[in-house]
């Protein structure tokens, strides 16, 4: 299998780093946060990983005292991060400094240390809501009244086109990723995205010449414009339904999706292939290729989940296959689905002509 056991991984102890703050409400905000924020960043990680808090001023604990709690835990790592907006003196000149004294004092751990928080994308959909609590009436007022779904589909593909970060797209890319921005409601998703380099070329190709789509799950398949497919001939199949037709149960130590994609096997050659929901599925599909049994002509993974969906979307993303992916838990039927009508919409484009550009059918 594609994921390694806990056991392969060193224990690493992850120091979340802030300033600290003078004062009697310092002294109990830092502390506070910074725990809060330990707590949220320890299911994204390994079950090996130990979070702490530390303030390099002012604040308990500090640096050191956080590196000595950690080695009492037989950490072999310790990690950095430093909870500041920009790498000023601290963190280019006073953090460095102390890394090194660590080094020469435990020189059987590893040290490092993370980049800071920065101007992250994130934190522009964050400061506006921040301003948005402070002066509610500067919020944008849209006037409520019956419109047509053309209407609100071509203001919603404004305002995300206007939301988007800069990022180094194609133009096939970009629609693909306003309509998963549009889908999710979400505009840090964008810079999640990721494309293989052939992945719109493929799958532009594969639903011009109508070939199928498999789905993981029927979320998905329904999620799906079968309007827009028809148009091209491409049957979408549900691998679940397939394996019920097939009266095959499901095999031990499988999901009933991972057994439905070994079931569909050379049915998935130079299909596009949709799995949103089931990370057994996709690692099941990625077996399937690495042992050059199949080769679709396009996999979209967004599995969604704490468990095996992250692992398996990197696993995806390391074939030199043609793929759409999301970095992280992220992900879920529509958004494949999604992925797929947008995909659709760009062959009806190209097909027929500008004028009938619309795509339909998220849920």
Same mark, same amino acid.
Do not use: I
């Given at each position: 299998m594609f994921l390694r056991e806990? *056991?392969?991984i060193a224990k690493t102890g992850i120091i979340i780093l802030a300033h600290g703050s003078r004062g009697e409400k310092g002294a109990v905000e830092v502390p506070k946060v910074l725990q809060r924020i330990a707590e949220g960043v320890r299911p994204f990680l390994s079950g090996r990983v130990e979070v702490i808090g530390a303030a390099l001023q002012f604040n308990r604990p500090s640096l050191e005292e956080a590196v000595e709690l950690l080695l009492t835990d037989s950490v072999k790592r310790i990690v950095i991060m430093p909870y500041f907006l920009f790498p000023g003196r601290h963190i280019t000149e006073h953090v460095p400094q102390l890394i090194e004294n660590f080094k020469r004092r435990y020189p059987q751990v590893q040290f490092a240390i993370a980049n800071t928080l920065g101007p992250d994308e994130s934190f522009v959909g964050l400061t506006a809501r921040r301003i948005a609590e402070c002066a509610p009436d500067l919020l944008s007022v849209v006037r409520m009244s019956l419109v047509s779904p053309q209407l609100i589909e071509q203001r919603s593909m404004e305002i995300v086109e206007g939301l988007l970060p800069p990022l180094e797209l194609s133009r096939e890319e970009r629609v693909v990723v306003k309509r998963l921005v549009h889908t999710a409601g979400d505009r840090d998703l964008a810079s999640l995205i990721r494309f293989h380099p052939v992945a719109t070329t493929m799958a532009l190709t594969a639903i011009r010449l109508g070939r199928p789509i498999f789905t993981d799950v029927r979320m998905v398949s329904v999620a799906i414009n079968r309007h827009l497919a028809e148009k091209f001939g491409c049957e979408v199949y549900c691998a679940l339904d397939e394996l019920e037709l097939a009266k095959i149960t499901q095999e031990e130590g499988s999901t009933r999706s991972g057994t439905a994609f070994r079931v569909l096997g050379e049915r998935l050659n130079e299909a596009i292939v949709a799995i949103g929901n089931s990370p057994t599925a996709l690692l099941a599909l990625l077996e399937l290729v690495s042992s050059k049994k199949v080769?679709? &002509?396009? +996999?979209? *993974?967004?599995? +969604? *989940?704490? +468990?095996? &969906?992250k692992e398996s979307k990197e696993e995806l993303m390391k074939l030199d296959i043609p793929y759409i992916s999301i970095v992280g838990t992220r992900g879920g039927s529509a958004l494949a689905g999604a992925a797929v009508n947008a995909l659709l919409g760009l062959a009806e484009r190209s097909a027929f002509g500008e004028k009938e550009i619309r795509v339909e059918g998220e849920v």
């Open positions: 806990k *056991g392969d080769t679709p &002509a396009l +996999v979209v *993974g967004t599995p +969604v *989940g704490f +468990v095996q &969906a």
